[in-house]
């Protein structure tokens, strides 16, 4: 069996105050053949059943984030064999990721004055 291995990787920072933490730290991983999915260098999900890239993988690493520095990697893991015949050359590794933070509260006060004001001026409209 020949095995190929490719790491992908990326690094952003989390600059979040005390009352602004993260709310949602999502991802789909699909990956052709199999893979290690890691945060922070920390091993969160992984998939080694040397099939294709027909599963998803739902993984959340909410808990796995911090204030500063992060990374997100996948290795990537091509498995195929020389007496099947089948040529697997063909690979991918697809990753679908969403953070999304909690609005600090002088936002959500100015979005709630906006919405009191769009609802007097619809009001107003209204009533004419």
Do not use: C
């Not at 991802?27 to 599963?55: E, Q, R, S, T």
């Not at 933070?101 to 009001?123: D, H, K, S, W």
């Amino acid at each position: 069996m020949t095995l190929g291995i490719a790491w992908f990787r990326y690094e952003f920072t989390l600059d979040l105050a005390i009352d602004s933490l993260p709310l949602v730290a999502q991802a789909l991983i699909a990956v052709d053949d199999d893979f290690d999915f890691y945060v922070n260098g920390k091993f969160l999900l992984g998939n080694h059943d040397h099939g294709g890239a027909d599963d998803i993988f739902f993984v959340d690493f909410l808990s796995d984030l911090q204030n500063g520095e992060n990374v997100l990697a996948i290795r990537g893991i091509d498995g195929w064999s020389d007496t099947t015949g089948i040529d697997r050359d063909y690979e991918r590794v697809l990753f679908d990721g969403h953070i999304s933070t909690v609005p600090e509260p002088a936002t959500l006060a100015l979005l709630g004055i906006g919405f009191v004001g769009l609802g007097v001026i619809f009001r107003r409209y209204k009533n004419l």
